[in-house]
């Protein structure tokens, strides 16, 4: 793993519900190695109302971990996330990882088709 990766709420919802090996690895190795994972607020909002109960402890050892940074959405954020367009927390995890040059992590790539910025690569889980 070169580099970071920016996480959208499907994503988080793979990693925190267990339903993704290929999270769980990209996490630990990240740890391991030192490598930022950017989490949007507004994903962490959307997988947050996605997860049942039982897998918000698994999300908050996400968010509090030493590699996780979050972008968070304060009005100069909002403006720039609207101004992307379309769905907002695709917007928002798409902005981060234009930003970073870093590549997005999600477990729907579908939902990108069209509107990704060119530049921007897509890390469909499997």
Request: net charge negative; charged share 20%.
């Amino acid at each position: 793993m070169i580099g970071g990766r920016v996480f959208d709420a499907s994503a988080l919802v793979a990693f925190a519900g267990g339903e993704s090996i290929y999270a769980a690895a990209l996490v630990w190795t990240a740890v391991e190695e030192g490598i930022v994972l950017v989490v949007p607020s507004t994903a962490i909002a959307a997988a947050w109302a996605q997860l049942p109960d039982k897998d918000h402890p698994v999300l908050e050892v996400l968010l509090n971990l030493p590699v996780t940074v979050v972008d968070n959405l304060d009005a100069t954020r909002a403006r720039a996330v609207g101004a992307f367009g379309g769905d907002q927390p695709d917007a928002h995890a798409l902005l981060c990882a234009d930003e970073r040059g870093f590549p997005l992590v999600t477990a729907d790539a579908v939902r990108y088709t069209g509107i990704r910025p060119p530049g921007v690569d897509i890390d469909q889980l499997p």
